[in-house]
Nanobody
């Protein structure tokens, strides 16, 4: 059973920084894509940052230059470094992984449980 466990959320003042972590545990063969999403009450869950197995990254415009997604493949972990945080970054952040559990197997989607990030003075 694969699980994604997040950590690192919390409260911070505008202009501050936080780093989110998400570790995948269980039997994992390969991770094709990692991503971070966020969701505010009453709205859909939106992609924030994506990193492929090749290291290609993509960010939504509102976080470019402030957020950095990275991975530690040896630890099956993805990070989201968030700098210059703004109140509009307040949301529940979810990690996502598209991975397979055996070589040549079908890739499936997995989600973390979510972690709250609050940016407020």
């Amino acid at each position: 059973q694969v699980q994604l466990v997040e950590s690192g959320g919390g409260s911070v003042q505008p202009g501050g920084s936080l780093t989110l972590s998400c570790e995948a545990s269980g039997i994992i063969s390969s991770i094709y894509t990692w991503a971070w999403y966020r969701q505010v009450p009453g709205k859909q869950r939106d992609s924030v940052a994506i990193i492929s197995t090749y290291g290609d990254t993509h960010y939504i415009d509102s976080v470019k230059g402030r957020f950095t997604i990275s991975t530690d493949n040896a630890k099956n972990t993805v990070y989201l470094r968030m700098d210059s945080l703004k109140p509009e970054d307040t949301a529940v952040y979810y990690c996502f992984a598209k991975l397979n559990t055996k070589w040549g197997g079908r890739y499936e989607d997995y989600w973390g449980q979510g972690t709250q990030v609050t940016v407020s003075s």
